[in-house]
């Protein structure tokens, strides 16, 4: 399976938040954490003190005027549906194409799997530490949303 949506990020994005692979739902949508149960959008419009951005169009456009720099771990991989745990033969996505054309100064990955993948596959080549935050799934149903928010909110103000 190849990954088809382009990262979002312009020359003035400060942090990158990294997830492992676009679900089914953000597949069919076409665009970053696309199904409805997903609170990514819920946690990042409450951090920012906006409105939950709607269409695609929204949706670059909050991420850009905020600094936020949005893409996946993964090129390509092998996975059966929307399933981390299913993931094999990972070919991983090449930072420097952000890296080098932005201020990132940051990069926090969208939970457990992101995180094992991203030291496995990216980090020996970047060199960049990335922080680990609890997933915005809905399969992490372990962590409320005021949860995730909190946790998401005191690591991204403290960029660390």
């Given at each position: 399976m190849q990954h088809t949506i382009n990262p979002v990020y312009d020359e003035k994005s400060k942090i990158l938040i990294l997830g492992s692979f676009p679900?089914?739902?953000?597949?069919?949508?076409?665009?970053?954490?696309?199904h409805p149960q997903n609170r990514f959008w819920k946690v990042l419009a409450s951090i920012y003190q906006e409105s939950v951005p709607k269409t695609i169009e929204e949706k670059k456009a909050f991420l850009l005027q905020n600094h936020v720099a949005v893409w996946d771990v993964i090129h390509s991989c092998d996975i059966s549906g929307s399933s981390d745990s299913s993931i094999k033969n990972v070919v991983a996505n090449d930072l420097r194409v952000i890296l080098e054309h932005t201020e990132i100064?940051?990069?926090?990955?969208?939970?457990?799997?992101?995180?094992?993948?991203?030291?496995?596959?990216?980090?020996?080549?970047?060199?960049?530490?990335?922080?680990?935050?609890?997933?915005?799934?809905?399969?992490?149903?372990?962590?409320?949303?005021?949860?995730?928010?909190?946790?998401?909110?005191?690591a991204i103000n403290s960029g660390s």
């Amino acid at each position: 399976m190849q990954h088809t949506i382009n990262p979002v990020y312009d020359e003035k994005s400060k942090i990158l938040i990294l997830g492992s692979f676009p679900s089914v739902k953000s597949r069919e949508t076409g665009f970053f954490y696309g199904h409805p149960q997903n609170r990514f959008w819920k946690v990042l419009a409450s951090i920012y003190q906006e409105s939950v951005p709607k269409t695609i169009e929204e949706k670059k456009a909050f991420l850009l005027q905020n600094h936020v720099a949005v893409w996946d771990v993964i090129h390509s991989c092998d996975i059966s549906g929307s399933s981390d745990s299913s993931i094999k033969n990972v070919v991983a996505n090449d930072l420097r194409v952000i890296l080098e054309h932005t201020e990132i100064e940051h990069i926090f990955v969208n939970g457990r799997k992101a995180y094992e993948l991203y030291n496995q596959y990216i980090f020996p080549k970047i060199n960049k530490k990335a922080v680990c935050l609890p997933s915005t799934s809905p399969a992490n149903a372990a962590w409320g949303l005021d949860r995730l928010i909190a946790a998401w909110k005191a690591a991204i103000n403290s960029g660390s």
